[in-house]
Each structure stands twice: as C-alpha cells, then as structure tokens.
C-alpha cells in the first residue's frame, strides 16, 4: 500500500479496475471512437492506469464518482491531443 491509499485497498483491485477500464474504453472507441487501432490501445492503456490511480486514492466511497469523472476527462483529453477528433 503506498502513500495516500486508503485502508482496505488491495493490489488485486486495483489491477481489476485496471483492466476493465482499459477493456471497456477499447470497446467503446471501437465501436464510437472511429480511430486507429494504436489510438485506441495508448487510450485504453492509460484509461485503466489512470482509473486504477484515481480509485486507490479516493477516500470514503468518492470513487463512485470520481473514477468515472476524471477516467472520461483523461480520455477525452488523450483524444483531443492524440489527433482522434480529426479522424
């Protein structure tokens, strides 16, 4: 456990969110997202990194909100930078 986790937090979860966020952003830039398939995997990529971040570190039950939130904020910003709007 690193600094600012919250008691109770676990490896396991962590990677579990991970890996469904990652999972779940891929499906959805494939089937909406009308970009490239490395577009997709660098997104999906650091969706489930980031969305594993934010939920270790959210306190007292705020990742219901805050994993959602900032996830979609970091992809649509990864988006915008990475040229997915243009295609």
Same mark, same amino acid.
């Given at each position: =456990?690193? $600094?600012?986790?919250? $008691?109770?937090?676990?490896?396991?979860?962590?990677? *579990?969110? @991970?890996?469904?966020? @990652?999972?779940?952003?891929?499906?959805?830039?494939?089937?909406?997202?009308?970009?490239?398939?490395?577009? =997709?995997?660098?997104? &999906?990529?650091? @969706?489930?990194?980031?969305? @594993?971040?934010?939920? *270790?570190?959210? =306190? &007292?039950?705020?990742?219901?909100?805050?994993?959602?939130?900032? /996830?979609?904020?970091?992809? &649509?910003?990864?988006?915008?930078?990475?040229?997915?709007?243009? /295609?």
């Amino acid at each position: =456990r690193g $600094p600012g986790v919250e $008691p109770g937090k676990t490896l396991e979860g962590s990677l *579990a969110m @991970a890996i469904f966020a @990652a999972a779940g952003v891929f499906v959805t830039l494939t089937i909406f997202g009308g970009t490239s398939l490395p577009i =997709r995997i660098v997104l &999906a990529g650091g @969706a489930g990194l980031l969305a @594993a971040v934010v939920e *270790a570190l959210s =306190r &007292a039950g705020t990742d219901t909100l805050t994993v959602p939130f900032l /996830t979609s904020l970091g992809v &649509a910003l990864g988006w915008v930078l990475l040229g997915g709007l243009a /295609t």
